[in-house]
């Protein structure tokens, strides 16, 4: 199957600063990125996510970048907020197919 | 309210038991998927189902069974052929056509003394 590669493992930011987290696939034929955020002890709820038509897509302070030649796309959090810690997660769709395949996760710590 | 629900949130059992993780979903969703999670891990998928009595076999499907015989339900049993069965258990939905949200439970952490 697709393998997601999803970078840094741990973030810490002080709170206001961005954070970046960055995930690269090889399937090209891969056609729906979605991001999720998991909270300690509870599922993973989707807070962004961007199809293979799109380049860029922004919902208040989050955004997400696909750029389909190279083959990553990356999630942005600006102004940073304490209720932003959490582990997020990349995943994406393959081609013709409803399985989600997802990253190993980033834990991200917004310190005060 | 509508959604996804697991049951129970936390589950003990001896080992060399089978045991079985419900899952039921009042979305009219037709895909449903079992994932496991371990720490420091992403989501594994263990079994995926795309309309009711068909399902497949996900990435790590080895010591695992599941069910669809409803809609609104896919249950997942660990077998006691499942080596290291201690885990966090994610279950999801997704309306079944490509590119749409899978809408997840809140996880049962399975714990095999």
């Known amino acids: 199957g697709e393998n997601v590669e999803q970078h840094p493992s741990t973030l810490s930011v002080q709170e206001g600063d961005s954070a970046v987290i960055k995930c690269t696939y090889s399937?090209?034929?891969?056609?729906?990125f979605p991001w999720y955020k998991q909270e300690l002890g509870k599922g993973p709820q989707l807070i962004i996510d961007?199809?293979?038509?799109?380049g860029e897509k922004k919902d208040q302070r989050i955004a997400v970048t696909l750029n389909k030649t190279a083959k990553h796309f990356s999630l942005h959090i600006t102004e940073t907020q304490p209720e932003d810690s959490a582990v997020y997660f990349c995943?994406?769709?393959?081609?013709?197919?409803?399985?989600?395949?997802f990253g190993t996760g980033t834990q991200l710590k917004v310190e005060l | 309210d509508g959604g996804i629900t697991q049951s129970p949130k936390y589950l003990f059992r001896k080992e060399g038991q089978n045991v079985t993780l419900s899952c039921e979903q009042n979305?009219?969703?037709?895909?449903m998927y079992w994932y496991r999670q371990d720490p420091g891990q992403g989501l594994r998928l263990i079994y995926y189902?795309?309309?009711?009595?068909?399902?497949q076999k996900g990435d790590i499907a080895e010591g695992y069974s599941v069910s669809r015989e409803k809609k609104e339900s896919f249950p997942l049993t660990v077998t006691s052929a499942q080596k290291n069965p201690t885990a966090f258990y994610l279950c999801?939905?997704?309306?079944?056509?490509?590119?749409?949200?899978?809408?997840f439970g809140q996880g049962t952490r399975l714990t095999v003394v």
């Open positions: 979305l009219n969703h037709d895909a």
């Open positions: 189902s795309q309309i009711v009595n068909d399902f």
């Open positions: 399937d090209s034929a891969s056609n729906y």
């Open positions: 961007i199809r293979s038509n799109v």
């Open positions: 995943a994406l769709r393959e081609g013709g197919g409803n399985k989600l395949t």
């Open positions: 999801a939905s997704s309306i079944g056509r490509m590119n749409t949200e899978a809408f």
